[in-house]
């Protein structure tokens, strides 16, 4: 597919789920309003288009998180580290092992780790993100997802966890007292983006397609509706 690299997205799909291209059909119509689309769902042809240097990358799902497929997303990290943008949604938030996420993006030189899923309310960090995208999103993020913690100021929706814990108790003390306990706040997002060296690493954990995420996932390909 020949197109101008400056305007093409590519969507490496390679473990996909039946019927994911209809259920993310408002995001891939979204794309096609301000860019040229291609989608691959074998290696050799990913890395083909990953060195034609498209917009950006979105990763559909589990794969490159694989044995089989890490030469893959070795070539999306070298596509980063050398400007390009990669945004891992969909089917990879909801199929990856939660003890997967760590190695998976500890790859990248990120500390992204998993922290939950559900459904919670976060906040727009408009401290951290620029004018023309929070003028773009909306200020709260409300929807089912995986949310990532140690992502530090990459968070681009922040939920704080009220953490109740105590003290071990020593069971050998002779003593009728509670140990004590205190109060953690412990921060978490299901939307994060982060520099890798020259490029970004993006990801969007929620569950199910909707125009908040879309709207989301166009301002990190860098298109602006």
Not at 72 to 101: K, P, Q
Not at 116 to 125: D, E, T, V
Not at 162 to 183: F, L, N
Request: hydrophobic share 40%; proline share 5%; glycine share 6%.
């Amino acid at each position: 597919m020949s197109t101008d690299s400056n305007s093409r997205i590519l969507f490496i799909s390679l473990n996909p789920h039946p019927g994911f291209y209809r259920k993310y059909r408002s995001l891939v119509s979204r794309v096609l309003q301000v860019a040229s689309l291609e989608q691959t769902n074998k290696p050799i042809p990913a890395m083909r288009a990953l060195g034609e240097n498209p917009k950006a990358v979105i990763i559909t799902d589990d794969a490159l998180a694989t044995p089989r497929f890490s030469t893959v997303w070795g070539a999306v990290i070298r596509y980063m580290r050398n400007g390009g943008t990669a945004i891992c949604m969909g089917d990879f938030s909801c199929r990856l092992r939660e003890e997967h996420f760590r190695t998976f993006f500890s790859r990248a030189g990120l500390t992204w780790e998993y922290d939950s899923f559900g459904l919670y309310q976060s906040n727009l960090n408009s401290d951290f993100l620029p004018k023309e995208i929070t003028d773009l999103l909306p200020a709260t993020h409300f929807a089912k997802a995986v949310h990532l913690t140690n992502v530090g100021d990459a968070s681009w929706y922040r939920l704080q966890h009220i953490i109740k814990r105590k003290q071990e108790h020593d069971e050998d003390a002779m003593s009728d007292e509670q140990p004590p306990a205190w109060t953690i706040l412990k921060d978490s997002t299901p939307v994060a983006m982060a520099q890798v060296e020259n490029g970004y690493m993006g990801f969007v954990g929620n569950a199910n397609p909707s125009e908040e995420s879309n709207l989301v996932i166009i301002a990190m390909c860098g298109l602006y509706l």
